[in-house]
């Protein structure tokens, strides 16, 4: 109660400052406009311009109301169809979302990560911390497709690579859904890959089978068998919730007789860049030419597009005219 009530009263503050700003502008560009003050005039304008900015970014947050849109999110990247450039691509994948944190001033944690055979990645875990981050990143879910001049292919042929990028809103201890520890299988083994001699020498990697669900977790990135236990124990639980989500969202689409097509395995986007540069996401058919810069973590207009396609769509089905939940 003490954390929703502090969140609410940072957003109130946050509106209550701003309202304030605006009306101090606007008093202060009358007075500019009266004494012909050609200068503060300008900056002024500039301060006006500043602040309308931020409104649309607050009025565009109130479209995060979700559940669980507030929370950190945790992003499993997986390299899939494409071999040696395919884990290059699942690597790409984790720095573009990497530098989009960067950009927002979000933390981004590494939780757990398998190295390629030759290069890249083979999956990765990673914690990204900040306000509405799995609001944002919940549209990341699905298959992303890279189309490019392969650097691994020695004729430098084109190829095509895929990765499955899955999306979760972290978990905390005052959930509904419980982890019994009897419905757990723990199976310990030395970690692989990267680390320290102590980890690869000793059995400090976990893996966690849910065995109602089967679900699977495996950490090997911490140097002791407790702290690989600890966050595998958090992701399975995120993971958990995210099933409690599907399962929820697939009854309530029975009930209104809809299909619901599974999110994962599906291609959500495209990034081309040969023969020529392009990012499309295919669910709202948003695209831009700057595919570098989208790589570069410049994913704002991706992800606001799918955000109001999804409450547009909202807005349809109940008849509403608006999907802003205030």
């Not at 605006?22 to 200068?39: F, K, N, P, Q």
């Not at 809103?169 to 859904?177: G, I, K, L, R």
């Not at 000793?202 to 065995?211: E, K, P, Q, V």
């Not at 009930?255 to 990012?279: C, D």
Request: aromatic fraction near 6%; glycine fraction near 8%; proline fraction near 2%.
């Amino acid at each position: 109660m003490m954390r929703n009530l502090a969140a609410v009263r940072g957003e109130l503050e946050t509106w209550t400052n701003l309202s304030s700003d605006v009306a101090s502008t606007v008093e202060l560009l009358d007075l500019a406009i009266e004494e012909g003050d050609d200068t503060l005039g300008t900056q002024l304008v500039a301060d006006l311009k500043a602040q309308t900015r931020t409104v649309e970014s607050l009025e565009f947050e109130l479209q995060l109301s979700g559940e669980y849109d507030e929370r950190p999110a945790i992003l499993y990247v997986k390299q899939g169809a494409g071999g040696v450039d395919a884990q290059d691509w699942a690597e790409m994948l984790v720095r573009m979302y990497t530098r989009w944190a960067e950009r927002r001033g979000f933390d981004a944690d590494v939780l757990d990560l398998t190295p390629g055979d030759e290069a890249g990645i083979k999956s990765a875990t990673i914690k990204i911390d900040g306000k509405y981050a799995y609001g944002y990143l919940r549209s990341e879910r699905g298959v992303h497709r890279l189309v490019r001049l392969s650097p691994f292919d020695t004729d430098h042929r084109r190829h095509t690579s895929f990765a499955l990028v899955e999306v979760l809103p972290e978990a905390d201890e005052s959930e509904e859904v419980k982890i019994n520890t009897d419905d757990l299988r723990i199976d310990v083994f030395r970690a692989s890959g990267n680390g320290g001699q102590n980890v690869q020498k000793n059995s400090t990697a976990i893996r966690l089978t849910h065995l109602p669900t089967n679900l699977v977790v495996a950490v090997q990135n911490e140097r002791s068998q407790a702290q690989n236990r600890q966050v595998a124990m958090k992701i399975l639980l995120s993971r958990l919730v995210d099933l409690d989500m599907k399962e929820k969202a697939e009854a309530r689409a029975k009930l209104k007789g809809e299909h619901v097509s599974a999110e994962f395995g599906r291609q959500v986007r495209s990034y081309v860049q040969h023969p020529y540069q392009m990012v499309k996401d295919h669910r709202t058919d948003f695209q831009t030419g700057d595919a570098q810069s989208v790589l570069d973590g410049d994913l704002d207009g991706l992800l606001k597009s799918y955000l109001s396609s999804q409450m547009e769509s909202a807005s349809a089905s109940t008849g509403t005219n608006s999907g802003i939940k205030t």
